[in-house]
C-alpha cells in the first residue's frame, strides 16, 4: 500500500496522543510524514568550540552547564544566562525574555545550543535561536553528523520529530514510487524519489540534502507546469474563433484617440490580434504597471471582435470600475455606431430584462459588467472575446462560467494590474500567454511620495489645501478594516463628518465606501470625475482602476495597514495626468514589516521593482496579493531560490506533454492531472 494511505498511528512510536499532535502539522498519513521537510539542519561535524568563537559566527556548540542565573535589568527585560564549557573554553547562551526555562537547566547536565556569537569586552555570549539537551556527549560523536530540524508543534520536541521522521524513512521510503520516469532520472542524474527522500531526512552531508530536495522541488514543479499545460491543452482543444477581418472600427477608434500608442502598447496588441486570427482560442496574460493603458487595448481588442460579427464581454471586479468603463467607453462606442451596455447588480428588473435580451439577440455588441455577467440568465448570441480585468478578485470558476457563454469558444485576455515578476508569473499563469506593456505614456512624472507622521497631519492637510486652490483634486483615504465593512462604512462616514465640517470645510467633500447604495456610489464619483467634489474620502473601493486625471494628490491613512500590492494601487490614482502628483502616506510604522513596505514605497515608484521587494518580503505564499487560491502548497520547492528548476520544469514539461505518444511520459502526465486535480491555474 502506498504509505499515502497509511495512517500515521501505524508507524512505531505514534500513539493516538502523537498522532493528534502530527495533524496539527498536516501529517495524517506516513506519506505526509516522508514530505514533512526539515526547514534547516544542524551540522555537528563542524560544532564551533567555545574556546574559539568569532564575533558575529552563527553557529552550533554543544557545553556542560556549570551555572544559571536570570537577570531583570529592566522591568520589561529578563535574561537568562547559562554559562557552558566545553573543555576548549567557556561562554554564556543568552535567552531574552525566556525566564520561564530557567528550570530546564541544572549544572552538569549537556546542551546543544544555535545562535550568534558576540565577543564583548570581558564575556562571550551566544544569544540562542534553538537548542536541544543531550542526554550524553556521545550522542554528539556516535549520532549522525548532519542534524534535520523540523518544523514543530508544541508538544512534540525536535527529538521525538526526528526519530519519527527517521523511522518512516526506514520503513517506507522504498515504498514511495518514482515520479519520473528512468529516462529523465537518468538524464539529469537524478536518484529516485524514496532515495530523495532519504537524503533529505537523514543526509550524509549538506550538499547531499540540498541536492535531493532540489530533485524533489523539481517532480513537484514539473507536475505543477504539466498540470498548467494540461489546461492549455484542454483550452486550445475544441475550435476557437478566427478573429480574421480587420474592420474600419478599431482604425477609426485609434483614430479619435488624443493620443497614440506607445511601443509597448503596439507590441501587445499586435501580439493579442496575431491570437484572435488563429482559430485556436486565445489565452492570453496581459501584465501592466498601473497606468500603464491596458484599458485601451482591452477596447481595441473587444473592437476587432465587433467588426468580426461577434460580441465583447469585459468583465471587472467592482461596480464603480464598471461604471468608469461604462463610461468611458460607451460614449466613444457610440460615435462609431457600436452599442454598449453596462450590467451590475444593481440594475431594476427592466434595465436587466432589456440587457438580457439585447445580449441574445445579438444589438448589444459590447458589454461592461461585473460578476453579474456570469449569472445563469446572461446569455449571449455569439460571443467572440472575453477581457477579465482580474485584479486577482476572480476566481477560476467564475472565469470559466463567462467563458462557456458561447457558442464557440470565445477568445480570453485576462488583464492583471498587479505586475509580477515573470518566474511568478509563470507558476501561476503557466497556462496562458504572456504579453506585458513596459512602458508608461511619455510625460508622466514620478509620484512624490512622503511619509508624514501622525503629529504633522495638520501641515498634511494645509499642503493638500494648497493643491486644491490651484484648482486639483485629492483623495483621502480611511484606514483598512479587513473584517467588517460595517465598522469600514461608520470610520469612513466619521472621517467625511469630521474634514467636512473641519479642515476642508471651505471645500466640496465627498465619500464613497464599499457598502454605500450603488446609486449614492455612482454619483459621488460622477462628481469626483466633473470636478464638483474637490476631496473624495474614501475606502480601498477607489483601489483599483479609478481614473480622474486631475486628481493629483492621495492621503493614505493607516498606511502601516495596507500591503504593499494596495498601496502602490492607490498611488496609482494620482499621477494619470501630467502635473505633479502626491502620494502622502499617513500612519504609526511600529512593525519591522511596515517599515521596511514603506521604505520600498519611498525608494520605488515601478511596480515591478516593488514586487520583487514584496515577494522578499513576505515569501511567495502570500505575495502582492496574488491569487492563492488555486494555487497548490509546495512542499519541496521555494519559488524564491528555484526559479531555475522552475524554468527548466516548464520547459520540460511541454516537451513530455507534446510527446505522449511515449507511454512513459503519457503516464507522468495523467500522473499530474490527477495530483493536482483540486487545483486549477
Ligand atoms: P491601466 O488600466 O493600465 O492602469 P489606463 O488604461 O486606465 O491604465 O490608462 C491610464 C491613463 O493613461 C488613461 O487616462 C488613459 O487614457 C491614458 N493613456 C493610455 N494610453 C496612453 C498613451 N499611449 N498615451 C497617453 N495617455 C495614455
Ligand atoms: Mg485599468
Given at each position: 500500500m502506498s504509505p499515502f494511505h497509511v495512517?500515521?498511528?501505524?508507524?512505531?512510536?505514534?500513539?493516538s496522543e502523537r498522532a493528534r499532535l502530527l495533524k496539527r502539522l498536516g501529517i495524517d498519513t506516513i506519506g505526509d510524514l516522508l514530505f514533512h521537510f526539515p526547514h534547516r539542519y544542524e551540522d555537528r561535524s563542524q560544532l564551533m568550540s567555545l574556546g574559539h568563537l568569532a564575533d558575529g559566527q552563527v553557529g552550533t556548540c554543544w557545553g556542560i552547564v556549570v551555572g544559571v542565573q536570570v537577570l531583570r535589568?529592566?522591568?520589561n527585560l529578563s535574561i537568562l544566562k547559562v554559562l557552558l564549557d566545553d573543555g576548549t573554553g567557556q561562554a554564556y547562551a543568552l535567552w531574552f525574555?525566556?525566564?520561564?526555562?530557567?528550570?530546564?537547566f541544572s549544572v552538569g547536565s549537556k546542551l546543544l545550543v544555535f545562535g550568534r556569537v558576540s565577543l564583548g569586552p570581558w564575556e562571550k555570549t551566544i544569544t540562542v535561536e534553538d537548542f536541544e539537551k543531550l542526554s550524553s556527549a556521545e550522542e554528539l560523536t556516535q549520532g549522525p553528523k548532519i542534524v534535520p530540524v523540523y518544523p514543530l508543534t508544541k508538544g512534540l520536541s525536535k527529538r521525538v520529530m526526528r526519530r519519527l521522521a527517521r523511522k518512516a524513512v526506514t520503513d517506507?521510503?522504498?515504498?514511495?514510487?518514482?515520479?519520473?520516469?528512468t529516462l529523465i532520472k537518468d538524464h539529469y542524474k537524478l536518484p529516485g524519489t524514496g532515495e530523495a527522500l532519504r537524503q533529505v531526512h537523514c543526509p550524509e552531508n549538506i550538499q547531499e540534502a540540498e541536492r535531493a530536495r532540489k530533485t524533489l522541488a523539481y517532480e513537484e514543479l514539473l507536475l505543477w507546469q504539466l498540470r498548467l499545460y494540461g489546461e492549455r491543452l484542454k483550452w486550445h482543444q475544441g475550435k476557437g474563433i478566427a478573429h480574421l477581418a480587420k474592420g474600419p472600427l478599431t482604425v477609426r477608434y485609434l483614430r479619435q484617440l488624443p493620443f497614440t500608442l506607445t511601443k509597448a502598447q503596439k507590441k501587445v496588441l499586435l501580439e493579442i490580434y496575431n491570437d484572435m486570427a488563429k482559430d485556436t482560442p486565445m489565452s492570453r496574460l496581459l501584465q501592466g504597471d498601473v497606468?500603464?493603458?491596458k484599458t485601451v487595448i482591452a477596447v481595441l481588442a473587444l473592437l476587432r471582435s465587433v467588426e468580426n460579427g461577434y460580441q465583447g464581454a469585459l468583465m471587472v471586479p467592482t461596480e464603480i470600475l464598471a461604471e468608469q468603463h461604462y463610461l468611458k467607453i460607451s460614449g466613444q462606442l457610440a460615435e462609431l455606431g457600436v452599442k454598449t451596455a453596462l450590467l451590475t447588480s444593481n440594475l431594476d428588473r427592466e434595465e436587466r430584462e432589456n440587457i438580457r435580451s439585447g445580449l441574445l439577440q445579438g444589438t448589444i455588441k459590447i458589454v461592461v459588467g461585473t460578476h453579474?455577467?456570469?449569472?445563469?440568465e446572461v446569455q449571449f448570441a455569439n460571443l467572440g472575446l472575453v477581457v477579465i480585468d482580474e485584479q486577482h478578485r476572480f476566481g477560476v470558476s467564475q472565469r470559466a462560467a463567462l467563458v462557456t457563454k458561447g457558442h464557440k469558444k470565445p477568445d480570453l485576455l485576462i488583464m492583471t494590474a498587479t505586475p509580477i515578476p515573470r518566474t511568478l508569473a509563470l507558476t501561476f499563469y503557466g497556462d496562458l500567454d504572456y504579453s506585458v506593456i513596459d512602458e508608461l505614456p511619455p510625460g508622466r512624472l514620478p509620484v512624490v511620495t512622503r511619509y508624514v507622521p501622525e503629529k504633522q497631519r495638520h501641515k498634511a492637510y494645509e499642503f493638500i489645501k494648497g493643491q486644491l486652490e490651484r484648482g486639483h483634486q485629492a483623495y483621502i483615504v480611511c484606514p483598512l478594516?479587513?473584517?467588517s465593512e460595517k465598522i469600514e462604512a461608520e470610520a469612513a462616514i466619521a472621517m467625511y463628518n469630521e474634514l467636512r465640517k473641519?479642515?476642508?470645510?471651505?471645500f466640496r467633500v465627498g465619500l464613497v465606501y464599499g457598502r454605500m447604495p450603488s446609486q449614492e456610489k455612482e454619483r459621488a464619483m460622477e462628481e469626483f470625475r466633473l470636478g464638483h467634489i474637490d476631496v473624495l474620502v474614501a475606502?480601498?473601493?477607489?483601489?483599483?482602476?479609478?481614473?480622474?486625471?486631475?486628481?493629483n494628490i492621495i492621503l493614505i491613512n493607516g498606511?502601516?495597514?495596507?500591503g504593499l500590492a494596495q498601496l502602490h494601487q492607490l498611488r496609482g490614482?494620482?499621477?494619470?495626468?501630467n502635473t505633479k502628483a502626491f502620494c502622502l502616506l499617513m500612519g504609526r510604522l511600529k512593525s519591522k514589516e511596515a517599515k521596511a513596505r514603506i521604505k520600498a514605497m519611498l525608494q520605488q515608484g515601478d511596480g515591478f521593482a516593488l514586487a520583487e521587494e514584496d515577494l522578499k518580503l513576505r515569501?511567495?505564499?502570500?505575495?502582492?496579493?496574488?491569487?492563492?487560491?488555486?494555487m497548490p502548497q509546495f512542499k519541496a520547492a521555494d519559488l524564491l531560490r528555484d526559479q531555475q528548476i522552475l524554468l527548466l520544469a516548464q520547459k520540460d514539461a511541454r516537451r513530455i506533454a507534446n510527446n505522449r505518444d511515449k507511454p512513459e511520459f503519457a503516464r507522468l502526465f495523467e500522473l499530474a492531472q490527477q495530483r493536482y486535480a483540486d487545483f486549477l491555474p
Open positions: 495512517p500515521v498511528e501505524r508507524l512505531e512510536g505514534v500513539g535589568p529592566r522591568p525574555n525566556q525566564a520561564y526555562l530557567k528550570s530546564t517506507f521510503a522504498h515504498r514511495i514510487p518514482d515520479t519520473l520516469p497606468g500603464s493603458g453579474a455577467l456570469i449569472q445563469d478594516v479587513e473584517d473641519g479642515a476642508f470645510a471651505p475606502t480601498t473601493v477607489v483601489e483599483v482602476g479609478v481614473d480622474v486625471p486631475n486628481a498606511c502601516e495597514r495596507f490614482r494620482v499621477g494619470r495626468g515569501g511567495p505564499g502570500d505575495f502582492f496579493g496574488v491569487r492563492q487560491h488555486g
